[in-house]
């Protein structure tokens, strides 16, 4: 049996970022880590993500399976988060393209965030495929603890979600806590919800000398 073939959006942010003041976050680590790991079981990853340099290679083909893929929407260049919503159909029109042209055949979608499962959603229409969405953060449960006003998401977020909780395949929740606030805030039916929580990569997160470490952070003594 062939390996199976995945399209993962993350659409509002690039999992390659590192530039300063970019919207770099747990998201963008998340993905590309989750794909590295799927792409090393065999797995055909590429994720679609919005340009925001037109200096950025169409393809970045980051390892064995897996590529990253930034397409135009807009302005290429960084806009702020709650301007990109408009942009969404602008978006899946070329990735239907690239999907043409490379006459390539998904299995499956994997969303990322609301704004990609907007375009997750157009596509699994377009091309009858699943789709799962991971959400990372939940607009009605932002706005329970939103200290002001500007702090609150508004309704087109909320109702992106309640409609993304309804028309997927699968969501997965990265706690018990956040399968929890699906059910009961948004109705999401319990049998679609599945909670893969983060891990830790230990080659990078691990216990070290005490003394070792003060001299790398620069710890004076005492400290």
Known sequence: MLPKRLAVISYHTCPLSDEKDTEIGGLNVYVLELSKRLA???FQIDIYTRLIDPE???????EKNLRVIHLPAGSE??????ELLQYVPAFVEPVSAFIASEKLVYDSISAHYYMSGLVGLELKRRYQLPMSITFHTLALMKNLVARDEDEKEDL?????????????DAILAT????????QTLYGANAKKVG???PGVDLTSFKPIDKEISKKKINATEGK
Do not use: C, F, W
């Not at 950025?56 to 980051?62: A, G, T």
């Not at 087109?156 to 997927?168: G, H, I, K, N, W």
């Not at 706690?175 to 699906?182: G, T």
């Open 77 to 82: 260049k960084k806009l702020p988060k709650k």
């Open 195 to 197: 909670v893969v929580t």
């Open 156 to 168: 087109a977020r909320v109702q992106a979600e309640m409609l993304l909780v309804q028309e997927s």
């Open 175 to 182: 706690s018990e806590a956040d399968a929890l606030y699906l």
């Open 40 to 42: 090393r079981k065999g």
């Open 56 to 62: 950025s290679p169409e393809i970045v083909d980051v």
